[in-house]
């Protein structure tokens, strides 16, 4: 039996977006419903509203964007692959609505200045929300903690095997033997080996 489409949200219309009958991914199932969207932001599920528009979803499934946190968009470096604009386009055409990109690019994204480069290429060219990961270093590991501050920043990415440049294999070429905690964030419980399994 599907799950009962109660009125979720503000009740206060009107509305700028109605998005009307279609099958709508809840917490407790799938039901067949209209999302009310104000300002760019659902605002209401169910019930009856005025909107500004309506669409009429018949057959669709509606369900929220995906965030993809593992991206290779290639730029800079390799930009004949794919780069920032065409790998974000193919993102939203996808469901995806927001991407971290990784750092194992040509240069590395590895330095304050190579995160403001990626922000500077990724303005007014990408389709979506995004952020890039900076990528730990022997050079920069002592560095983490302000680094995954800057503007932008998902957070640090830290190749456990192989990759490119500077970012290949960083636990054998050294971040083993100096115990960076804000590199690992006190996860470690083995000081001389990698763990046994990395979500990192």
């Given at each position: 039996m599907a799950p009962s489409a109660p009125f979720i949200g503000d009740q206060r219309g009107p509305f700028d977006l109605a998005l009307k009958g279609g099958s709508v991914v809840l917490p407790d199932g799938t039901v067949?419903?209209?999302?009310?969207?104000?300002?760019?932001?659902i605002a209401a599920i169910g019930g009856?509203?005025?909107?500004?528009?309506?669409?009429?979803?018949?057959?669709?499934t509606i369900l929220p964007g995906v965030i993809d946190t593992q991206?290779?968009?290639?730029?800079?470096?390799?930009e004949e692959n794919e780069n920032l604009e065409s790998g974000s386009r193919a993102a939203v055409l996808g469901g995806v609505t927001g991407v971290f990109e990784m750092p194992n690019t040509k240069p590395t994204t590895s330095t304050p200045e190579a995160v403001a480069d990626k922000l500077a290429r990724a303005?007014?060219?990408?389709?979506?929300?995004?952020?890039?990961y900076v990528g730990a270093t022997v050079d920069n590991a002592d560095q983490c903690g302000e680094l995954e501050k800057l503007p932008g920043t998902a957070g640090i990415k830290v190749f456990m095997g192989s990759s490119t440049g500077s970012l290949l294999n960083v636990w054998e070429n050294g971040?083993?033997?100096?115990?960076?905690?804000?590199l690992f964030?006190?996860?470690?419980?083995?000081?001389?080996?990698?763990p046994p399994v990395c979500c990192i």
């Open positions: 067949e419903t209209t999302v009310y969207v104000k300002g760019g932001t009856q509203a005025d909107a500004a528009r309506t669409i009429d979803c018949t057959g669709l991206v290779h968009f290639r730029e800079p470096g390799a303005k007014g060219r990408m389709w979506c929300e995004h952020a890039f971040l083993k033997a100096t115990h960076h905690p804000t964030g006190g996860m470690m419980k083995q000081p001389y080996g990698p």
